[in-house]
């Protein structure tokens, strides 16, 4: 079935420094890739979205997610990060069973942005 | 913009009392969605549902039940809360099949003590 890891529980960067999550998926076929992130107190919002074509995809917020088949991952990334961001990301795929299509979400990396 | 909302931020109940948490959502969505969240574990699909009155099981439904009378409300409830359904309950909702933008609420903290 398809799924989703994501190896970093936490991770803590400056403010300014570049930033890469990371994500890898389980699935024979293209899957269909998602990040979301959840700011503190709040429901998760869709950062982008990868289904086919292009494999670099660019979302809101300045974030960009690269699609690689040779090492199944779907890593998240920003050139400066923004104490604004710090949050949790959490990273998804389509899964096929039953009558319709979900997602199934990551354990989430928690964002820690330092001044 | 779409608008999912969960009727309580916070909620307290006791072990053994039936709970019923709502969610509306404004944009006459298809599908729609309970997850729970626990740190370390992310979300798990509880229940979902494609359609009035239809609904299916997700990863986790044991212990919970849905109602789906109105395309814009889906409600789950847990039948006798135990204390380990202290956790964050997120509803989420999307237009249709193959959509997969979902729109999420803000979520409903529930404790069981």
């Known amino acids: 079935a398809q799924s989703v890891t994501q190896p970093d529980i936490h991770i803590t960067v400056s403010e300014g420094a570049s930033l890469e999550l990371r994500c890898n998926y389980s699935y024979g076929a293209t899957p269909y890739l998602f990040w979301y992130v959840q700011s503190p107190g709040q429901g998760l919002q869709l950062l982008l979205k990868y289904f086919s074509g292009d494999t670099l995809v660019q979302g809101i917020k300045g974030f960009e997610a690269e699609f690689k088949r040779s090492q199944s991952s779907f890593n998240l990334r920003k050139p400066s990060v923004h104490w604004s961001d710090a949050a949790e990301y959490f990273c998804a795929v389509v899964r096929n069973t039953g009558t319709a299509s979900k997602l199934t979400f990551g354990t989430g990396t928690r964002l820690q942005v330092t001044l | 913009d779409v608008k999912v909302t969960q009727s309580s931020r916070y909620l307290v109940k006791r072990t053994g009392e039936k709970v019923f948490l709502e969610c509306v959502q404004d944009?006459?969505?298809?599908?729609m969605f309970w997850y729970r969240q626990d740190p370390g574990l992310g979300l798990r699909l509880i229940y979902f549902?494609?359609?009035?009155?239809?609904?299916e099981k997700g990863d986790i439904p044991e212990g919970y039940s849905v109602s789906r009378e109105k395309k814009e409300r889906f409600s789950l409830i847990l039948e006798s809360a135990s204390t380990n359904q202290t956790s964050m309950y997120l509803c989420?909702?999307?237009?249709?099949?193959?959509?997969?933008?979902?729109?999420f609420g803000s979520g409903t903290r529930l404790t069981v003590v």
């Open positions: 944009m006459d969505h298809e599908n």
């Open positions: 989420a909702s999307s237009f249709f099949p193959g959509n997969y933008g979902y729109t």
């Open positions: 549902s494609y359609d009035v009155k239809m609904k």
